[in-house]
């Protein structure tokens, strides 16, 4: 089992850049994929995928409306993962949640652990 812990969230200016992390609990953490998925005001039901990683950190995966803005990187020594975001606009205002799986995907109903969530303001 997975524990999962994200920070870095806040009120950022648009054009800003923030780095989220999530860091994990437990020694199997390199077993595992994660993603990052987003949930925006106004979509409580919706969960958009944002992006992905798979357990060697070698494959990375992103939706179309963050490519070449974000970046998911892992630490399997330090049992992390992060999202460098940067050019942010007000699209990116949403709740960040990590994700973890045995193999990556984009569907957020096939993630078996998640976190509790990471706010991110942006102000234009």
């Known amino acids: 089992q997975v524990q999962l812990v994200e920070s870095g969230g806040g009120l950022v200016q648009a054009g800003g850049s923030l780095r989220l992390s999530c860091a994990a609990s437990g020694r199997t953490f390199s077993r595992y994929a994660l993603g990052w998925f987003r949930q925006a005001p106004g979509k409580e039901r919706e969960r958009e995928f944002v992006a992905a990683i798979n357990r060697s950190g070698g494959s990375t995966y992103y939706a179309d409306s963050v490519k070449g803005r974000f970046t998911i990187s892992r630490d399997n020594a330090k049992n992390t993962v992060y999202l460098q975001m940067n050019s942010l606009n007000s699209e990116d205002t949403a709740v960040y949640y990590c994700?973890?799986?045995?193999?990556?995907?984009?569907?957020?109903?096939?993630?078996?652990?998640w976190g509790q969530g990471t706010q991110v303001t942006v102000s234009s």
């Open positions: 994700a973890a799986r045995w193999r990556r995907s984009d569907y957020d109903h096939e993630y078996n652990y």
